[in-house]
């Protein structure tokens, strides 16, 4: 379901109740997103779309990567989308506004995310059996 908001959002589809979400604050926007509503995880998406494209093109910058971008910020981008939407939504649960805005810890979920690709692409698998 909040795939298919995703993928909405991208492609610049609106949705009627969408116009209610535009104007929620970060909690009420939360909310509707761990009850399923597509319209919550439609305005989401359009809010931190370009961040979580911003994040993993800063953090392939800093890291020194020189993988094809378009498809490594597509497939980090999935990442995201992915860990939000679990079967208990635990990661969305635990965001904490007293911690920070959304925007920050949207942020800081696709730099990490982002390191844990790059790892898996260019960390040998011998090497990543040893830190573990």
Same mark, same amino acid.
């Given at each position: ?6 993928? =909405? ?5 609106? =949705? ?8 929620a ?67 969305l ?10 925007a920050?810890?949207?942020g ?6 982002t =390191? ?17």
């Amino acid at each position: 379901m909040q795939e298919q908001a995703a993928n =909405a959002a991208r492609d610049g589809a609106s =949705a009627r109740s969408r116009n209610y979400w535009a104007f929620a604050d970060e909690d009420t926007l939360v909310r509707g997103m761990l009850r399923k509503q597509n319209a919550a995880w439609l305005e989401f998406m359009s809010r931190f779309d370009s961040l979580i494209t911003a994040r993993a093109e800063r953090v392939l910058v800093r890291r020194g990567n020189r993988l094809p971008w378009t498809d490594l910020v597509a497939q980090i981008h999935q990442d995201v989308t992915n860990y939000l939407d679990g079967s208990k939504m635990e990661p969305l649960r635990g965001f904490d506004p007293r911690h920070g805005t959304l925007a920050g810890w949207v942020g800081r979920l696709a730099d990490q995310l982002t =390191a844990k690709r790059l790892d898996e692409l260019t960390v040998p698998t011998s090497r990543r059996r040893e830190a573990e």
